[in-house]
């Protein structure tokens, strides 16, 4: 199993090779051809790429990987299988839509922003507006969710018995046994406050005033955008390339693509702030714009609505006959739990369950002051991994509390059984591309050693013992 394929099994690898790839590119220089597969090849400062990326992926973590042969060519060999996977998805007609790349862009780029610190931040780190990065990186964005979809296809035809499960748990020696950690299973209602109308008022006054000027005194648009543009485009006099329509933010594309070539528009309130458009240029489905943002100032929120509001979904959960779930569906403003009924997943393993150990602070800290299954808190803040929100408000409820113990079918059959599932579909998935690689034209221009003799960084812990630690988590 290479290391690209072990990284999308996990569901982490696209955060981290969207974030490195944008530094990595930058001043990138094409040398000598390493490898092709059918008509796409493999340059060497792309395996070099991949290798760094890797290396400082570990140093974030932690963990101290040097720089060997074996992990170079484990790198262009999980280059190589990354092509042979797509040229599969061709034969199966395997695609992924607009929307879809779209969704999860904004979801994996909402993650950027809050490493960064701040939409702002991250465009000044990369010199680009959030914009021009999903144009940029909108193609391999897609070739990544291929990959994942062709794999997530194999995987979801590999199927485990109980007998199979059973025997997995046996084959780890009692005293071996992991203790679990103490977890528990929580649910939130989460509302972002709105900004005050005072701050939207005088937003939206400011963008009709620059507009006003624009239109009715003779100010220049690039002028107006240098000085009062809050976007990182505004250095450029608020341009913005060519890129596809459903690239851009629906209210935006929306009034731009209504325009003809130099018309201004009306002010249209986005995710960012209201915008001034002028539309440069249209070729097909792709536009060129120009526009000036002003934010709306996220500091005048309106916090006392929204505790009030959950202090009321609260009251109706525990003295109403209304159900948590329900009222979550029905009013909690966080995508990622809402259609769950508010159900909070461990990111890493997408389990039901989480350690107590591994929660966010903030979250960490609601827990411990519920002391029985079903106990609501009161209403805390936080802030919440999302794009353009700095502060929100949530209840959460104890959901489930299970107190440290040693593993046993009894009480982790679920969580064995998902280890050993995902234990026999890496094997099996690591059998069916080797014999994937034979159907398609491989080229390698440099000797490669045996493949089965590459070391895998990841792949170095016996499989006993990584199954033991998967248990822990």
Known sequence: MTHFLKSLLFLTAIITILASSLFARQGQVADRIVAVVNDRIILKSDVDDEVRNYMNQSQAQGQNVEFSEDLWYSALQSMVDNYVMLEQAEVDSITVSDEMVNRQMDIRINELVRQAGGERALEEAFGKSIIQLRADFRDQFREQMVVQRVQQQKMGEITITRPEVIEFFNSIPDNELPMIPEQVGISQIVIIPQPLEDAQNQAF???????????????????????HSEDVSAQRGGSLPLMPINDLVANYSAAATALNPGEVSEIVRTEFGY????????????????HVLIKIDDTQVDEDSAIEKLEAIRDSVLNHGKTFSDMARAHSEDPRTKDLGGRISNPQTGERLIPINQLEPSLYRIVLL??????????????????????????????????EHKANLEQDYERLRAIALQQKQMQEFSTWLENLRDQFFIEFKIPMPDVDALQDPLMDTPVETEAEMEIQQ
Request: aromatic content about 4%; hydrophobic content about 35%; cysteine-free.
């Open 205 to 227: 006054r400011k963008a009709e005033a620059l507009r006003d000027s624009i239109l009715n005194h003779g100010a220049e648009f690039e002028a107006i955008a240098r000085r």
């Open 275 to 290: 915008h001034i458009i002028r539309l440069d240029e249209r070729r097909g489905d792709q536009i060129a714009t120009s």
């Open 370 to 403: 519920l002391e029985e299954e079903g106990q609501i808190s009161e209403p805390r803040s936080f802030n919440p991994p999302q794009q353009n929100v700095n502060r929100a408000f949530r209840i959460v409820r104890l959901d489930r509390h299970v107190p």
